[in-house]
């Protein structure tokens, strides 16, 4: 058994400890239940039959355990909602002959098939990769919505260019788009820049009149088609929850778990702001099934700022907000004018004062609140 991990929260001294023993509870316990509930609805007389499930019967080979994330704050920085991809243990797509990738690239399509089609370019790759496709050629072939459903049909994966990956939505659409399953992953297509100093030299943009392609090596693309095929999608959105396909309920505990360590550890260090400061859980679940605790923080915000003391104003919000959702009319609107100003007049006479004391009273018993939950679902886990 793996030992935890203890990964150090970036501007902080904290040290935040993912117990390997309890993604792995966590894991055992969730393929359990969505074995079970599958056999339940095969029993079932009344239940729909899955007609795309295994000669054997077993039919929870596509059903997937995703990864929840969520956050304190919103994520909001545009850097960070750029598509990822987490290279895991356990790749999501296996050493499969019969699977067919699509690779969408930048401009000129001729540049990359030729790459794809030389020499240095690995021969079982090159038979995966049933079609290389730019993404001008990919806008005037496939803008009507039949043939975006006929492209979605014909490949098992989609893999899209890392410079172009964000023009592929409005291209593509909802067929690809509306869920998860065969959602473009970004590959990095380029030439690799050497390192300096033992780091890594930016880029240079090169002038539209320069019409060298810059695309990496075969070798180097190669490698990158390979890490990308069997990689996890990271796709957020300026939410603080955040999903991500980590396995499927055929495979053993031990993996998933693997798997959950690793995304865990990547997700949250690349693509959360102030790193586990900002995280508030982390849970496993099914497409139909409850989330199991992987993670829980013991504060619910980040910075003192984040919670405000009672003022006139919150207290004057908060009233609003009561009343409108009991239906009642705001007394703004149903008051005359002169009921307006003698009602100004005696809201300055007494001025409601704020209670700290009652405040961290509050904040204390909701800590406690929170404790107590996660004792419990610890307790639930044995």
Not at 41 to 59: F, H, Q, V
Request: charged share 30%; net charge positive; aromatic share 4%.
């Amino acid at each position: 058994m793996a030992p935890s991990k203890e990964v150090a929260a970036a501007g902080s001294k904290d040290i935040v400890t993912i117990s390997h023993e309890q993604s792995l509870k966590a894991s055992k316990a969730l393929l359990a239940h969505i074995k079970k509930a599958a056999k339940e609805s095969a029993e079932d007389p009344s239940a729909k039959k899955n007609l795309l499930a295994n000669d054997d019967g077993d039919d929870t080979a596509d059903t997937p355990v995703w990864l929840t994330l969520t956050t304190k704050r919103h994520i909001a920085d545009k850097s960070k909602l750029h598509p990822g991809k987490i290279v895991l243990p356990h790749r999501l797509n296996a050493d499969d002959k019969s699977l067919s990738v699509c690779l969408i690239t930048a401009d000129p399509q001729r540049a990359y098939k030729n790459i794809v089609a030389s020499d240095d370019f690995p021969a079982d790759l090159r038979k995966r990769i049933g079609r290389v496709i730019d993404v001008t050629k990919l806008k005037a072939k496939y803008s009507q919505y039949e043939a975006q459903r006929k492209l979605f049909s014909e490949h098992d994966v989609f893999l899209g260019d890392d410079r172009i990956i964000n023009r592929l939505p409005k291209i593509l659409g909802k067929t690809f788009y509306k869920t998860t399953t065969k959602r473009p992953v970004p590959v990095d297509l380029q030439a690799k820049v050497p390192k300096v100093d033992g780091k890594r030299a930016k880029r240079t943009r090169k002038s539209g009149s320069d019409k060298e392609v810059n695309a990496g090596t075969p070798a180097q693309i190669a490698k990158e088609v390979e890490k990308a095929v069997g990689a996890a999608l990271v796709s957020l959105g300026p939410t603080t929850n955040t999903a991500v396909r980590i396995g499927y309920a055929s495979w053993t505990a031990d993996q998933i778990a693997d798997n959950v360590d690793a995304a865990a550890a990547a997700l949250v260090e690349k693509w959360v702001p102030q790193k586990w400061r900002n995280v508030k859980s982390l849970y496993i679940k099914g497409p139909e099934t409850a989330a199991l605790p992987i993670w829980l923080t013991d504060e619910l915000w980040i910075d003192d700022q984040d919670v405000v003391a009672d003022t006139e104003e919150t207290k004057a919000n908060t009233s609003k907000k009561r009343k409108a959702l009991a239906g009642e009319e705001p007394a703004a609107q149903a008051a005359s004018p002169a009921a307006k100003k003698t009602k100004k007049a005696d809201a300055g006479k007494h001025k409601p004062t704020s209670d700290d004391v009652k405040l961290d009273n509050q904040i204390a018993e909701r800590k406690s609140k929170l404790r107590s939950a996660k004792a419990k679902a610890s307790k639930a886990m044995d």
